[in-house]
């Protein structure tokens, strides 16, 4: 396991807010039969193709296509060992994908991150592993660190894909102390505001690696900080600059 990839987390709403939680076997099987209705009800959507659940020693397990191919996490090493520049054509595919997605149905993937994007070998991108939640029990999985603020709407994965793109481009991630304090809650009067914006502060990805186009850096800070830009926008937006 490569030292940079961090796992997924069970957050519950509270009266407190949402709280990180430790579950047993009972509620991690009803997490993957969830996983499997979502993937189920998604064919076509740049998932891998649905092959039912079988019984393991009494658990669930979700059966897909074997996916041939490596993971984005594998492919950012590697451009870090040769010292390559992220490859754009990469990004505008996960970008048509996700837009692709969500124009015909899925809300969101909700836990977009290096480690859940499969670069198939016919250059393809297969999405894997999205975030599910238990009613329930007010639970849902998702990762603090490209999901800081843990939302689940169609904005998440425009916020999560603008983290993956800074950490591409500067080799760190743009957050530290994740999740946001208050994430979850509503955001009402100026002190609320003057608070998400300090969490919001980051330091710019050109003043981490000046080699960033400008207009690279320009999507990447729409993404973390623009809740109204969507995931169409962003295609169009590396769309654009790929074909100058």
């Given at each position: 396991?490569?030292?940079?990839?961090?796992?997924?987390?069970?957050?519950?709403?509270?009266?407190?807010?949402?709280?990180?939680?430790?579950?047993?076997?009972?509620?991690?099987?009803?997490?993957?039969?969830?996983?499997?209705?979502?993937?189920?009800?998604?064919?076509?959507?740049?998932?891998?193709?649905?092959?039912?659940?079988?019984?393991?020693?009494?658990?669930?397990?979700?059966?897909?296509?074997?996916?041939?191919?490596?993971?984005?996490?594998?492919?950012?090493?590697?451009?870090?060992?040769?010292?390559?520049?992220?490859?754009?054509?990469?990004?505008?595919?996960?970008?048509?994908?996700?837009?692709?997605?969500?124009?015909?149905?899925?809300?969101?993937?909700?836990?977009?991150?290096?480690?859940?994007?499969?670069?198939?070998?016919?250059?393809?991108?297969?999405?894997?592993?999205?975030a599910v939640s238990i009613s329930k029990y007010s639970a849902f999985v998702t990762t603090p660190h490209y999901n800081p603020l843990l939302t689940r709407t169609s904005h998440t994965d425009v916020m999560s894909l603008g983290i993956i793109m800074y950490e591409w481009y500067t080799k760190i991630l743009p957050f530290d102390n994740v999740p946001y304090w208050f994430a979850g809650e509503p955001v009402f009067g100026e002190t609320d505001r003057l608070y998400l914006s300090n969490f919001l502060s980051h330091?710019?990805?050109?003043?981490?690696?000046?080699?960033?186009?400008?207009?690279?850096?320009?999507?990447?800070?729409?993404?973390?900080?623009?809740?109204?830009?969507?995931?169409?926008?962003?295609?169009?937006?590396?769309?654009?600059?790929?074909?100058?």
């Open positions: 396991i490569n030292p940079r990839e961090y796992p997924a987390n069970v957050y519950r709403r509270t009266k407190a807010g949402m709280s990180g939680e430790l579950v047993q076997a009972p509620e991690i099987d009803l997490f993957i039969q969830e996983e499997a209705r979502v993937l189920e009800g998604c064919p076509g959507l740049g998932f891998p193709e649905f092959h039912g659940v079988v019984e393991h020693k009494d658990r669930p397990v979700i059966a897909t296509e074997f996916v041939h191919g490596s993971t984005l996490r594998q492919r950012m090493v590697m451009d870090e060992l040769q010292n390559r520049m992220p490859n754009l054509e990469v990004l505008v595919d996960i970008a048509a994908t996700l837009s692709q997605a969500q124009n015909n149905g899925l809300e969101y993937h909700g836990d977009l991150k290096p480690e859940n994007l499969i670069l198939r070998n016919n250059r393809s991108i297969a999405l894997i592993d999205p330091h710019p990805p050109q003043d981490v690696n000046r080699k960033i186009p400008s207009p690279i850096a320009a999507i990447i800070t729409k993404a973390l900080t623009h809740p109204e830009y969507t995931i169409e926008q962003m295609h169009a937006d590396l769309g654009d600059f790929m074909n100058r």
